[in-house]
């Protein structure tokens, strides 16, 4: 490779064909086997991606209310205005914990409290 005169516009290929630990670069002319010379290159295009399926509508989300004192079930899958009326009858947004309905999880997670204020400012508002 070395004692070849480099030629302007010659295409160089990594042949990797060599025994021993490394390729090396050579030109395409070289590389190119004369008993195939009339194959031509073989081009191999890259299947599209399949589109990403849409996610499933979500329904209506369900909600668990419960007495902090008591831990008695004030509310269970009760929809966002049934809460919402529930807690005008509470005293304070601390004396509940609230909780979502998660249908991938399969349980029922607790609002932060930042989400169960949001909840707690709905309240009184006309419907």
Do not use: C, N
Request: proline share 8%; hydrophobic share 40%; aromatic share 4%.
């Amino acid at each position: 490779m070395a004692d070849e005169p480099r030629k302007k516009g010659t295409v160089w290929v990594l042949d990797h064909e060599t025994k021993g630990t490394g390729a090396q670069m050579v030109p395409l002319d070289k590389k190119v086997d004369p008993a195939r010379a009339g194959s031509g290159l073989t081009v191999v295009e890259q299947r599209p991606k399949a589109p990403p399926k849409p996610p499933a509508p979500r329904g209506p989300r369900r909600f668990r209310v419960v007495d902090v004192m008591t831990r008695e079930v004030m509310a269970e899958g009760a929809d966002a205005r049934t809460t919402v009326d529930l807690l005008e009858g509470v005293r304070s947004l601390v004396d509940v914990s609230i909780y979502v309905w998660e249908e991938q999880a399969g349980k029922w997670q607790q609002l932060s409290r930042r989400e169960a204020q949001m909840l707690w400012a709905l309240r009184g508002r006309a419907r």
